[in-house]
């Protein structure tokens, strides 16, 4: 481990070089800084917690998934809380009682409890009547273009979700007190986000005389439904750390909010992608950059990869091997007519457009 080697470096050069007094205060307080930050990482990566591996059922589908321990670890789970009664657990897989499965309930909610060897932990997951949508139109930032809306808004979410979209993506960046906003661009209205903080942000006024909002504002509008996914760009940002604390607190209220079901998380940080695999094996996890093969995305466990169409048109053997491996495949921003025509004839599993009504006209008519 890195951490690890320069450790020793600096305590075999403490205790074996001639140097002054002021340099062995300032390589001591290094070194016990780096012990503090390296015992962080450890109390943070080794932090127990359950893992659902999907989190929606639907008629004639009663099993749900796997429950595991992440980092991986012998458990024994227990059903909790009022809604306990309508599920069961054998052989580590929860599953919905079938006569609870009604067309009506959008969802419940449950509590599972995991004795581990160090204690007992236990989480609460929302467990979603999948009657998500499945047409393969993704609204670019919500569906704003052509509806008055603002990109990245809360009402362009609540357009997308009218129109019928299978999913409405945003994006996500952390202020300087490390709130989480939505919006695309690093900037706005000449304040830089990572710069600013939640308060001075959240007074500025979008164009469509809305706030910007937060994540949890975002997404408490999303949950409200169970018909539009949620598509997540977590943004780059400057430095490897922060991006992690980025990652790291976007995944944490996703948990806190029980919403797996609705979340597919995107990004073009390679590492960004790979932080949100380790903090839940099971998310839905695509690459945006364009960059990487099917093959090593798939050695790495992402769950798809999200493209520009240009990429997927110099490369397009890469459709079929992603469709061998399993990946889900997405194409980016296409808006022309008859690009969008070349990937509905791919059969590619979506399409992220700005122009979400033409594409749901082209859909009905292909079908």
Not at 51 to 68: C, R, V, W
Not at 152 to 174: K, T
Not at 201 to 219: D, F, I, Q, V
């Amino acid at each position: 481990m890195v951490q690890l080697r320069a450790l020793a470096w600096i305590l075999n050069d403490i205790l074996t070089t001639t140097i002054n007094e002021n340099m062995v205060k300032t390589r001591i307080f290094l070194f016990i800084f780096m012990v503090l930050n390296l015992f962080s990482i450890i109390t943070f990566a080794q932090k127990p917690s359950i893992l659902l591996s999907n989190h929606t059922f639907s008629a004639g589908k009663s099993e749900i998934g796997s429950l595991n321990i992440n980092p991986n670890q012998q458990a024994r789970f227990k059903l909790k809380g009022e809604q306990a009664g309508l599920f069961t657990i054998k052989n580590n897989k929860l599953s919905i009682k079938a006569k609870y499965i009604r067309p009506e309930i959008k969802w419940y909610d449950v509590e599972i409890q995991a004795r581990i060897p160090s204690g007992i932990i236990s989480q609460s997951f929302r467990i979603v009547n999948d009657q998500f949508i499945r047409n393969r139109v993704i609204a670019h930032r919500g569906a704003w273009k052509n509806t008055g809306a603002t990109e990245n808004s809360i009402s362009s979410l609540q357009h997308a979700i009218r129109l019928g979209c299978q999913g409405s993506e945003f994006d996500v960046h952390m202020s300087a007190d490390s709130a989480l906003l939505i919006h695309h661009d690093p900037g706005i209205q000449g304040m830089k986000i990572d710069a600013s903080s939640s308060a001075q942000l959240r007074s500025l006024k979008l164009s469509n005389g809305e706030n910007m909002p937060t994540l949890e504002a975002y997404l408490t509008e999303g949950l409200k439904q169970n018909n539009t996914k949620l598509i997540l760009e977590i943004k780059p940002t400057t430095g490897k750390q922060r991006a992690l604390e980025l990652t790291q607190g976007v995944v944490k209220l996703i948990k806190e909010m029980k919403a797996q079901a609705w979340i597919d998380y995107i990004s073009f940080d390679y590492n960004i992608c790979l932080e949100v695999i380790r903090l839940d094996p099971y998310a839905r996890v695509a690459y945006l950059n364009g960059d990487k093969t099917p093959a090593v995305l798939s050695a790495d466990h992402f769950w798809g990869l999200d493209y520009h169409f240009n990429v997927f048109k110099k490369n397009e053997i890469w459709i079929d091997d992603a469709k061998s491996k399993g990946l889900a495949i997405n194409a980016w921003t296409v808006n022309d007519p008859d690009m969008l025509k070349w990937f509905l004839d791919k059969r590619i599993d979506f399409i992220t457009t700005n122009e979400p009504e033409l594409l749901l006209k082209m859909v009905k008519a292909d079908n």
